[in-house]
């Protein structure tokens, strides 16, 4: 047998040359980028699968918070806290939105680690079709656990009294948690590439958690803060949040005209909180944009 390789025929090449091969181009590469972004993100979830305690903790930590707010507040009169029956029913809707705000934030750790353990440069020099498949890989799975998180405080708020709002509430408070959990995760990654290292993203991760915890409507009614304080709250994004999803609680006939906060500057509809989140959403992801090109180059 001969080792002798044959050269293909001149009409073959004017085929593999021939720019009408070019035309299932973009299928191909859309369908690289979702290969490439469910691998990455399939490998998130097998760290999850192998640490499970820091899902369950994430998980634990916020039914605490519902407990023992709920029996703090058990015996304070029924109306101060606005129209919900109970503290645990007016506690149920920033213990949700709080819960996807803190996991959001920790968003950019997994990539951070990628960068200082040498992961990341090994895909940045991976033939990727893009390489944002590794920044959506994990906005997927922070998103993904934001809303298995809701899901397991919506159902503990529901045993301890809440109550629980009907299909299209539960639909509202899933894009709520959804649009929150998107921007935040956009800040927090931008952050893992522009900060030097882990600690400085852990050190911003808790000046940030709990002062925009405090400074929302989470806790407290803005009625019960001086008005200083509720120019913060209102400029908060979780306040926009949390009041959409506590209206739904509290109202079982609702619209996007509905009124759920009064800001010191105006009323705010539902319609008009929800456009708030969409708005912070697109500000986030656009403002991330020339750091991840600078940094995914």
Do not use: C
């Not at 405080?153 to 809440?162: E, P, S, Y």
């Amino acid at each position: 047998m001969s080792g002798t390789v044959t050269p293909p025929k001149s009409d073959n090449w004017q085929q593999v040359a021939s720019p009408q091969l070019n035309t299932g181009a973009t299928p191909s590469f859309l369908s690289e980028i979702v290969q490439e972004t469910l691998a990455l993100t399939r490998r998130l979830f097998i760290q999850l699968q192998r640490r499970p305690s820091t899902l369950v903790a994430s998980i634990i930590q916020p039914v605490m918070w519902l407990i023992l707010f709920g029996a703090l507040f058990q015996n304070a009169p029924q109306g101060l806290f606005g129209t919900s029956q109970s503290y645990a029913q007016f506690l149920g809707a920033g213990i949700i939105v709080f819960t996807a705000f803190a996991g959001a934030l920790n968003a950019g750790l997994p990539v951070m680690f990628d960068r200082e353990f040498g992961f990341l440069n090994r895909l940045l020099v991976a033939p990727l079709a893009s390489r944002f498949s590794i920044v959506l890989a994990s906005a997927i799975f922070i998103i993904t656990q934001s809303l298995l998180q809701a899901a397991v405080i919506v159902t503990a708020a529901a045993f301890l009294g809440a109550g629980l709002p009907n299909v299209a509430g539960l639909s509202v408070i899933t894009l709520v948690v959804f649009l929150l959990a998107l921007g935040v995760t956009a800040l927090s990654l931008g952050l893992a590439f522009a900060l030097p290292g882990h600690i400085e993203l852990i050190a911003v991760i808790f000046v940030t958690n709990l002062p925009l915890l405090f400074a929302s409507t989470a806790l407290a009614p803005l009625s019960f803060m001086p008005k200083w304080l509720q120019v913060v709250a209102t400029l908060n994004p979780l306040s926009y949040a949390i009041e959409p999803i506590r209206y739904l609680y509290t109202h079982s006939n609702w619209n996007f005209g509905s009124v759920v906060m009064q800001a010191p500057w105006g009323t705010i509809t539902f319609g008009g909180a929800l456009l708030v989140l969409l708005g912070f959403s697109l500000v986030a992801l656009l403002s991330i944009q020339p750091l991840l090109r600078k940094s995914l180059a």
